[in-house]
């Protein structure tokens, strides 16, 4: 089996993506494992792709399915818990999520996005199949925040400046400072959402009641 360099690529380039969504639990070459035996497994799959995706964005979109499952699956085994304890949200998570809630055209991405998630397939948003009710989650995170936080996470993840613009918006702080600012201010939007999950260290009290764990709640009753 051979694969090509934009092959290559794309895997490692989502295995980066999950490794950052569930850093601190899962290790990247473990999440890259995964996702090259998926690929060793549908390798006729891959090469059908290869012939009709020129831009390797359906292959984006199957390698970023097979991480998720197998991060997922991985953070159960891991931790021990419940699939309805994986409710929470990471840094990494929100940030991903942060840019699509200034606008509902977002939600619904397609193909040509590299981002894509498949809002069809159903399922928990706490395993990362629902976008749309993982961006109400944030969304409504996001605007239990002063509105001079949610100024800053407009800046960073809708206006994409950089952290030396972002501190010269803020009056001229230093790059640095600036960049520390927008970690806290997204720290704040994961504590309004339960904060670190259990196995980091302990809930906290949620200021947004997601629908991830109304779900849960609904699927123990």
């Not at 490794?19 to 473990?30: L, P, R, S």
């Amino acid at each position: 089996m051979e694969f090509n360099e934009v092959e290559y690529r794309t895997a490692r380039s989502m295995a980066e993506t999950h490794f950052k969504n569930n850093k601190g639990y899962i290790d990247k070459d473990e999440i890259l494992g995964a996702i090259f035996e998926w690929m060793c497994k549908h390798y006729d799959g891959v090469l059908e792709l290869r012939e009709v995706d020129e831009g390797s964005k359906l292959l984006r979109q199957e390698l970023y399915r097979a991480g998720q499952r197998f991060t997922y699956e991985e953070r159960l085994r891991k931790t021990g818990a419940a699939h309805g304890d994986l409710h929470y949200y990471s840094p990494g998570q929100v940030e991903e999520l942060l840019p699509a809630c200034w606008d509902y055209d977002d939600w619904y991405l397609t193909a040509d996005n590299p981002a894509y998630v498949s809002t069809s397939t159903g399922g928990d948003p706490a395993e990362g199949n629902n976008r749309a009710a993982m961006l109400i989650d944030v969304k409504t995170a996001l605007w239990s925040l002063k509105p001079e936080d949610v100024a800053i996470l407009h800046m960073k993840f809708r206006e994409g400046l950089t952290n030396e613009a972002i501190g010269v918006e803020l009056g001229g702080v230093t790059e640095a400072a600036a960049r520390q600012r927008v970690q806290r201010t997204v720290s704040k939007v994961v504590r309004a959402l339960g904060g670190e999950p259990p196995w980091w260290g302990g809930p906290g009290a949620r200021k947004a009641r997601t629908n991830a764990s109304a779900q849960s709640e609904l699927r123990e009753q």
